[in-house]
């Protein structure tokens, strides 16, 4: 009788909680690294701001906190789904070219401060 058959006859229950862990682990482990590989290419940080953004995309991008920015454009904290800058400039009623320009002001100013 094998090691893992002995386990399952024995001891299912920790077994099925040690797998569990694992297949845990492993997805947050592939995800720290897809994450830290995607944010690490230049092409990612200091983007310009474009309307299918979102601001804490933004924020990452330009490694600035999302509380600061959120507070430099004078937005409300929002629950669930976070708007794009586009759906934020037509909350607004402004035209989503000027509220970019907006947003890379405020990008400007925070940079400048880190």
Do not use: C, K
Not at 31 to 57: C, I
Not at 60 to 76: G, I
Request: aromatic share 8%; no cysteine.
């Amino acid at each position: 009788m094998t090691a893992l058959a002995r386990l399952w006859r024995n001891h299912r229950l920790a077994l099925l909680a040690f797998l569990a862990a694992a297949a845990l682990t492993l997805f947050f482990a592939v995800r720290l690294v897809v994450s830290t590989v995607y944010w690490m290419q230049p092409a990612q940080q200091d983007r310009a701001p474009e309307g299918w953004m979102t601001p804490g995309y933004v924020a990452r991008s330009w490694d600035v906190p999302r509380d600061a920015l959120r507070d430099a454009l004078a937005l409300p904290e929002t629950a669930g789904h976070p708007p794009t800058l586009a759906e934020i400039a037509r909350g607004r009623d402004q035209p989503l070219p000027e509220f970019l320009d907006e947003v890379a002001a405020a990008l400007a100013g925070l940079a400048a401060e880190r």
